[in-house]
């Protein structure tokens, strides 16, 4: 194990700048889900990753493997373009990812030594000209840079960037951020608007944030130049996929699937990301390229961009997202539809779209607090994020339905593996997610009991947080200083939460957010001073807007941040015979023994009495009510025991 670098990265010109994973001692529910990944995920990924032959591929002195998800001739007749293999350089880069930030957590030199030995494969991959992908170096060379649309060439080359960053950052080794750089210098060379470049970008988004990652780490402004070249390229005519596509003698347009392709919306291409106003198409890529429009906005203090990511953040957050935060109903486009169109069963809603989710709400963090991203930062994260790992990190959701029959599980792993090594290298990372600091001042955008150590107003502020949340909403924080030093600290208020009561010293203060929804506390600050707060976690209804007509005559429970769910194990089957009067009244909490410390909820309902069908379909009868008691468990963690149905969404007595 090579002792943690001690460098600090470049940072970002952000009025409010997240603090590195090392400074934030995470304990607690994050503590114990990035233990859990620390010490079982990322072991269980890296054997995965091999069981799969993906360092097959990589391993420059193994034979060439062979396709593994063979082209196959679609409905049109022609050869399918793409297979799961393609993406495997960013499936293994997101596990080095993980791994990185795991060790911190706990050294681990067998892990560690894994991790280097992948990195010798891509270093001894990549070509003099710096060119690194395994695909079309192995399996289809000659072929690269020809399908930038479906092939996922530059999407790969972000995650390894993002994995160089992560691993120089933990170890200190510097191999693959060389590869890396070398590798960015090459697509530098390749891609732009001068003379014998290609003017193309990426079909799937990911090389813009993770090049804006690249340039913070190395402090080279040419990455943050190529990332604002990738923003901006995009839907600019001549459209770049349709000039590729006739060099290829195809129509790109036309080409299967035709329906997703037909005016470039599925890629967020269909026009400069500037006139683009409405959220469409592929869920995770959406996320990503708005993640890296926020940096380079942040980068170059464009406003322009900032008030396009303005009206995409409404636009998604009012119209397209559970109330899991889970995000892109359908499975035929990974992504998106109609406004207001949230299926409950058949909700694809990605597990990667919401970490995406929680990746570009932290950065609309950027210029200053606000509940708005950060209330959605918390509802992704603790709902439509975290559900993808089981409790003790071993499996995985990719789908995640907020209503299911008893048929979908948790997956050992999926024949496209994004998932998995996505939510392990976000809970292994949550310490960077959960403060941001400024010149003057710290806002606290979660609670989650750590201890942070930062720098502000020019003083070392150790920041403690002790809290059961998200089970228990009384949080105190304690300041720890060398001398008295004047800074704002900003709470945030959550808005489900209506009547919080902050004391500092004991002393109770008003609660008055303004428009940011944080309360700010301007004053000299001393060692050993104490803000507590109390955010009180009674169970609320949730209702949907009416022309969400899936959700129309139902409702949902939540608490604090979490949404709840009803599973068979706990209420027997059909649980679409249970109804919850309109009031939650009488409400009773109990821990989940199987859980720990994890909360459900208990409330009194009604059951439709069903005994009286036999065989036949319909009938006139109203059917009889009995009272009964529905217990509640959060979302996040349905399917941990005996399989059976689940609903989010539960019909609402009249
Ligand atoms: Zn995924």
């Known amino acids: 194990m090579t002792a943690i670098s001690a460098e600090p990265p470049v940072q970002a010109p952000l009025a409010f700048r997240p603090l590195r994973i090392p400074q934030v001692a995470v304990n607690g529910f994050w503590g114990q889900h990035i233990d859990a990944v620390a010490n079982k995920t990322v072991d269980i990924l890296y054997e995965r990753c091999l069981a799969a032959g993906m360092f097959d591929q990589i391993d420059p002195s193994r034979p060439v493997p062979e396709m593994r998800l063979p082209f196959r001739r679609n409905q049109y007749g022609v050869l399918d373009t793409i297979t799961a293999q393609m993406f495997w350089d960013s499936d293994v880069a997101k596990v080095i990812e993980a791994a990185a930030y795991a060790l911190y957590r706990r050294p681990?030199?067998?892990?560690?030594?894994?991790?280097?030995?992948?990195?010798?494969?891509?270093?001894?991959?990549?070509?003099?000209?710096?060119?690194?992908?395994s695909w079309y170096i192995r399996m289809q060379p000659g072929q690269r840079w020809t399908n930038l649309r479906d092939c996922h060439e530059l999407y790969c080359a972000g995650h390894l960037m993002e994995a160089a960053v992560a691993y120089h950052q933990a170890t200190g080794k510097r191999k693959l951020l060389d590869a890396m750089m070398r590798y960015a210098d090459h697509?530098?060379?390749?891609?732009?608007?001068?003379p014998g470049q290609k003017p193309g970008y990426c079909g799937h988004e990911e090389i813009e944030l993770a090049l804006v990652r690249l340039a913070r780490e190395t402090g080279e402004r040419r990455y943050l130049e190529l990332a604002k070249y990738f923003v901006e390229q995009r839907g600019q005519q001549p459209h770049y996929f349709d000039v590729e596509a006739e060099a290829r003698g195809e129509n790109a347009r036309g080409s299967w699937p035709a329906?997703?392709?037909?005016?470039?919306?599925?890629?967020?291409?269909?026009?400069?990301?500037?006139?683009?106003?409405?959220?469409?198409?592929?869920?995770?890529?959406?996320?990503?390229?708005y993640s890296g429009m926020a940096d380079i906005a942040a980068e170059y203090g464009d406003s322009s961009l900032t008030d396009a990511l303005e009206i995409l953040w409404n636009d998604l957050t009012a119209k397209q997202m559970y109330v899991t935060g889970g995000i892109g109903p359908s499975a035929s486009n990974e992504g998106f539809t109609d406004y207001y169109d949230l299926p409950n069963d058949t909700a694809y809603a990605e597990t990667c779209a919401s970490v995406g989710l929680v990746f570009w709400a932290s950065r609309m963090l950027g210029s200053a607090p606000d509940r708005r991203y950060a209330d959605v930062l918390?509802?992704?994260?603790?709902?439509?994020?975290?559900?993808?790992?089981?409790?003790?990190?071993?499996?995985?959701?990719?789908?995640?339905?907020?209503?299911?029959?008893?048929?979908?599980?948790?997956?050992?792993?999926?024949?496209?593996?994004?998932?998995?090594?996505?939510i392990a290298r976000l809970v292994a990372s949550i310490g960077t997610y959960i403060y941001g600091v400024s010149d003057t001042g710290v806002a606290v955008h979660l609670y989650a009991d750590s201890v942070a150590k930062l720098e502000v107003a020019g003083a070392d502020l150790t920041l403690t947080q002790s809290t059961d949340y998200p089970w228990d909403g009384?949080?105190?924080?304690?300041?720890?200083?060398?001398?008295p030093t004047r800074f704002t600290l900003s709470l945030r208020i959550?808005?489900?939460?209506?009547?919080?009561?902050?004391?500092?010293?004991?002393q109770s203060v008003p609660v008055e957010t303004g428009n940011s929804g944080y309360l700010k506390l301007e004053r000299e600050w001393?060692?050993?001073?104490?803000?507590?707060?109390?955010?009180?976690?009674?169970?609320?209804?949730?209702?949907?807007?009416?022309?969400?007509?899936?959700?129309?005559?139902?409702?949902?429970?939540?608490?604090?941040?979490?949404?709840?769910?009803?599973?068979?194990?706990?209420?027997?089957?059909?649980?679409?015979?249970?109804?919850?009067?309109r009031s939650l009244g009488g409400m009773a909490t109990a821990p989940i023994t199987e859980f720990g410390g994890a909360v459900s909820l208990s409330l009194p309902a009604l059951r439709e009495d069903d005994g009286a069908w036999s065989a036949e379909l319909y009938r006139s009868d109203v059917p009889g009510l009995s009272d009964t008691t529905a217990r509640f468990v959060p979302y996040y963690l349905w399917d941990n025991r005996a399989p059976g149905e689940m609903l989010v969404w539960v019909r609402s007595a009249t």
């Open 474 to 483: 009384a949080v105190r924080l304690t300041v720890g200083l060398a001398q």
């Open 259 to 289: 329906s997703l392709h037909a005016d470039f919306r599925y890629t967020q291409s269909h026009l400069p990301v500037r006139e683009q106003q409405k959220v469409v198409g592929h869920a995770v890529r959406a996320m990503y390229l």
């Open 378 to 422: 918390e509802q992704a994260l603790y709902n439509g994020a975290l559900t993808g790992l089981s409790r003790d990190g071993s499996r995985f959701f990719y789908d995640n339905p907020l209503e299911s029959h008893g048929q979908h599980h948790r997956w050992d792993w999926h024949k496209c593996p994004c998932c998995p090594p996505n």
């Open 526 to 581: 001393r060692d050993g001073d104490v803000v507590e707060m109390a955010l009180p976690m009674e169970a609320r209804p949730v209702r949907a807007h009416p022309k969400v007509r899936q959700d129309t005559g139902r409702v949902a429970v939540a608490r604090g941040p979490l949404v709840y769910c009803l599973e068979e194990a706990d209420n027997g089957a059909e649980l679409n015979s249970l109804l919850l009067p």
């Open 108 to 133: 681990n030199p067998a892990l560690e030594a894994k991790m280097d030995g992948i990195i010798e494969m891509f270093a001894g991959l990549q070509l003099e000209d710096g060119y690194l992908n």
């Open 494 to 506: 959550p808005s489900w939460c209506k009547d919080a009561k902050v004391a500092i010293g004991g």
């Open 187 to 194: 697509i530098g060379r390749t891609f732009g608007t001068g």
